[in-house]
């Protein structure tokens, strides 16, 4: 075995005190498992945290569990990798489909950084390739013995399309056993698309995200209003809305309520690009997959409905394609990538975009510290772009409804579901001001035992 550890405990390697870079071990009985080994995103620094040696030696992991596609889960799978890794990888079958495009993407971009730094990138195509040998999938509700000390059951967290809650049953050395959830992030339910996050009953330890642990979404009603009135009024206006989008499941989300506006003549059938070819390539995984949507979706599907297409919707896989939308005349919508404005295409549609008055920008996802994305959001009037200074004279509109995570109220609804059993909540994913305040909510209004972690702390699991 890789470990000697007899004790179970679990270490937060990453993804303490900010939102992104998860990667917790849990290990004992001679068994080391990762849940998620995603990137640092956002910072000025997130470059050199990535380009880090893990703090562990990869070759001694047994099993790496990961329960979504977004990169801050998966994106050091394949320097994992790189770095020695060669044991299972685990995730839902849908996971595994969109990790695939995701990690290619990330490949590319790496590759061709690494021509301009002069230095060689995180990972390669053929890293992507190598991790996708170890890499095998588990259905939800599926029931699996991994060994004699622990076994495995999948939950629908309900936040992107595939997106898994991991459920181990791990042996102690008495012969006893505990309960310890791992749930990735958690689902904005009810969901636009996806079924509700299902409840967890029974556990013993809980270890959960807190991106949004000290605030709450506006209603979903005043978020459909919101974002009806603020396409209405772009059109009305002859600007352009700029919508920059994380091509995973945002984009979809947006195709889906766009589509429903011009289906039922609320808005006029006006130019729409989607300008991300990582997002188009999603965009086909969530067509050919129906059965993990809400109720809803699915009768809507069932009745012929595309939900991600409408007349004058245009994909621009390529690169002249693109610039070629500042040539259609407003008013027209672009829906582009990174969703934080930190790269893609979204940049250079910003610089077109911001200085003028009768545009809008749209701000439909978080926005991490660092990033482009807050200080646009945050009221900046000019920002750097590239070597550029532009000037921010659009109007800058944030809909927070759109998150795909659980607000403030509902995760602790969440855990008060399951806290008779509760024995210790581990709050990650969060910064600090979030993940505090949530912690404090869970120790008075539910009176279970919350912290927050500290980095590389062992952590035993009494």
Same mark, same amino acid.
């Given at each position: 075995?890789?470990?000697?550890?007899?004790?179970?405990?679990?270490?937060?390697?990453?993804?303490?005190?900010?939102?992104?870079?998860?990667?917790?071990?849990?290990?004992?009985?001679?068994?080391?498992?990762?849940?998620?080994?995603?990137?640092?995103?956002?910072?000025?620094?997130?470059?050199?945290?990535?380009?880090?040696?893990?703090?562990?030696?990869?070759?001694?992991?047994?099993?790496?569990?990961?329960?979504?596609?977004?990169?801050?889960?998966?994106?050091?799978?394949?320097?994992?990798?790189?770095?020695?890794?060669?044991?299972?990888?685990?995730?839902?079958?849908?996971? &595994?489909?969109?990790?695939?495009?995701?990690?290619?993407?990330?490949?590319?971009?790496?590759?061709?950084?690494? &021509?301009?730094?002069?230095?060689?990138?995180?990972?390669?195509?053929?890293?992507?390739?190598?991790?996708?040998?170890?890499?095998?999938?588990?259905?939800?509700?599926?029931?699996?013995?991994?060994?004699?000390?622990?076994?495995?059951?999948?939950?629908?967290?309900?936040?992107?399309?595939?997106?898994?809650?991991?459920?181990?049953?791990?042996?102690?050395?008495?012969?006893?056993?505990?309960?310890?959830?791992?749930?990735?992030?958690?689902?904005?339910?009810?969901?636009?698309?996806?079924?509700?996050?299902?409840?967890?009953?029974?556990?013993?330890?809980?270890?959960?995200?807190?991106?949004?642990?000290?605030?709450?979404?506006?209603?979903?009603?005043?978020?459909?209003? &919101?974002?009806?009135?603020?396409?209405?009024?772009?059109?009305?206006?002859?600007?352009?809305?700029?919508?920059?989008?994380?091509?995973?499941?945002?984009?979809?989300?947006?195709?889906?309520?766009?589509?429903?506006?011009?289906?039922?003549?609320?808005?006029?059938?006006?130019?729409?690009?989607?300008?991300?070819?990582?997002?188009?390539?999603?965009?086909?995984?969530?067509?050919?997959?129906?059965?993990?949507?809400?109720?809803?979706?699915?009768?809507?599907?069932?009745?012929?409905?595309?939900?991600?297409?409408?007349?004058?919707?245009?994909?621009?896989?390529?690169?002249?394609?693109?610039?070629?939308?500042?040539?259609?005349?407003?008013?027209?919508?672009?829906?582009?990538?990174?969703?934080?404005?930190?790269?893609?295409?979204?940049?250079?549609?910003?610089?077109?975009?911001?200085?003028?008055?009768?545009?809008?920008?749209?701000?439909?996802?978080?926005?991490?510290?660092?990033?482009?994305?807050?200080?646009?959001?945050?009221?900046? &009037?000019?920002?750097?772009?590239?070597?550029?200074?532009?000037?921010?004279?659009?109007?800058?509109?944030?809909?927070?409804?759109?998150?795909?995570?659980?607000?403030?109220?509902?995760?602790?609804?969440?855990?008060?579901?399951?806290?008779?059993?509760?024995?210790?909540?581990?709050?990650?994913?969060?910064?600090?001001?979030?993940?505090?305040?949530?912690?404090?909510?869970?120790?008075?209004?539910?009176?279970?035992?919350?912290?927050?972690?500290?980095?590389?702390?062992?952590?035993?699991?009494?």
């Amino acid at each position: 075995m890789s470990s000697e550890t007899k004790e179970w405990s679990v270490i937060f390697w990453s993804g303490v005190n900010t939102v992104t870079g998860a990667n917790f071990m849990l290990e004992g009985q001679n068994a080391r498992i990762l849940i998620d080994c995603g990137m640092v995103q956002g910072g000025s620094d997130s470059e050199k945290e990535n380009n880090k040696s893990f703090p562990y030696d990869p070759s001694s992991i047994d099993h790496l569990f990961v329960t979504h596609a977004h990169m801050d889960h998966v994106g050091r799978i394949p320097k994992l990798v790189k770095d020695g890794f060669h044991g299972k990888i685990y995730s839902t079958p849908e996971t &595994k489909s969109l990790a695939k495009l995701m990690l290619a993407n990330a490949a590319g971009i790496q590759e061709s950084q690494s &021509k301009e730094r002069g230095a060689p990138p995180i990972f390669d195509k053929q890293d992507v390739d190598k991790s996708f040998v170890f890499w095998e999938t588990i259905d939800y509700h599926q029931e699996k013995l991994i060994n004699q000390s622990f076994s495995v059951r999948v939950l629908d967290a309900g936040h992107i399309l595939g997106s898994s809650m991991y459920e181990f049953v791990c042996k102690k050395e008495d012969g006893k056993s505990f309960k310890i959830v791992f749930t990735g992030d958690v689902g904005n339910s009810p969901s636009i698309l996806l079924r509700d996050t299902e409840p967890i009953t029974g556990t013993d330890y809980l270890v959960m995200e807190s991106v949004y642990g000290d605030r709450n979404h506006e209603p979903k009603e005043f978020r459909d209003r &919101k974002f009806k009135e603020v396409v209405i009024d772009s059109i009305k206006n002859k600007g352009t809305l700029l919508i920059p989008a994380f091509s995973l499941e945002r984009a979809q989300t947006i195709l889906y309520e766009l589509n429903k506006l011009i289906e039922s003549a609320v808005i006029p059938k006006i130019p729409v690009f989607l300008d991300s070819p990582l997002a188009i390539e999603l965009t086909t995984i969530y067509e050919s997959i129906t059965s993990l949507y809400n109720e809803k979706v699915r009768s809507e599907i069932s009745k012929g409905d595309d939900i991600f297409d409408f007349p004058r919707l245009k994909e621009t896989a390529r690169s002249w394609e693109s610039r070629k939308i500042f040539k259609t005349p407003n008013p027209k919508i672009i829906i582009a990538g990174s969703g934080m404005s930190t790269a893609g295409r979204v940049l250079s549609h910003e610089k077109y975009v911001l200085p003028d008055k009768n545009s809008t920008l749209l701000l439909v996802g978080y926005q991490a510290p660092g990033t482009l994305g807050r200080e646009i959001q945050s009221g900046a &009037k000019e920002v750097m772009i590239g070597d550029e200074i532009t000037k921010v004279n659009a109007q800058i509109i944030t809909i927070d409804g759109y998150s795909a995570h659980k607000d403030s109220d509902h995760l602790v609804e969440f855990v008060g579901e399951s806290s008779s059993s509760i024995k210790g909540v581990f709050i990650v994913m969060g910064e600090p001001k979030s993940a505090r305040f949530l912690a404090q909510r869970l120790r008075d209004d539910v009176g279970v035992k919350a912290v927050t972690p500290e980095p590389a702390k062992t952590y035993p699991l009494s």
